[in-house]
């Protein structure tokens, strides 16, 4: 199957919301996302507009790539955000390094096992590569054993830091980082 890689515009917000629906609908959401599809469902048009517009192809610190199947329809996406050395992350730890952060990575179910994922995860890296990160991470739950296998099979290796979810202090959150290749 042949598939349309790209950057989300900031008008396809309603797009964007059906498909971070559809994902917190997956029966591993709770594992994978740090919302529940009611909370996203109750969330304003507002809220959909302004999320995409921060993550739109012609912003420069947030990037949300999508694939569409053949009929347009939306069946994957990631998001990557650029962190500076010297702020904190999301769960309050100090970045140490510029980095890309690997987020909402979700493939539909009838198109996982088709390699999209794989184009995805290249077409983010390469995204943030450019704009010149010394490392990519992503946090994955320590249950969430298809998608650390898919995520060491793509190069990136756990890095040892655990991260505290404040919604759930027993869950163990694992870092996985990739670094920069070298330079040719």
Known sequence: M???????????????????????????????????????LAKPDSFWRERTAGVAADVEGAQ?????????EWVGTLTVLLEEAGTKDWAGLPVERFQGHVVGVFVRPEHRGSGLTEVL?????????????????LIVHEDNGRARAFYRRAGFEPSGVVVPLPSDP?????EFVMERPEEA
């Open 170 to 174: 027993d869950a163990r959150e694992l």
């Open 121 to 137: 995860f290249d077409a983010g890296l390469e995204w943030a590569w450019a704009r010149g990160v010394e490392r990519v991470r």
């Open 64 to 72: 949300q790539v999508i694939a569409e199947g053949p009929d347009g």
């Open 2 to 40: 042949s598939y349309v890689i790209r950057s989300v515009r900031a008008d396809e917000w309603a797009a964007a919301r059906e498909l971070r629906l559809l994902a917190l609908r997956d029966p591993i959401a709770h594992l994978a996302f740090l919302e529940t599809y009611e909370e996203a």
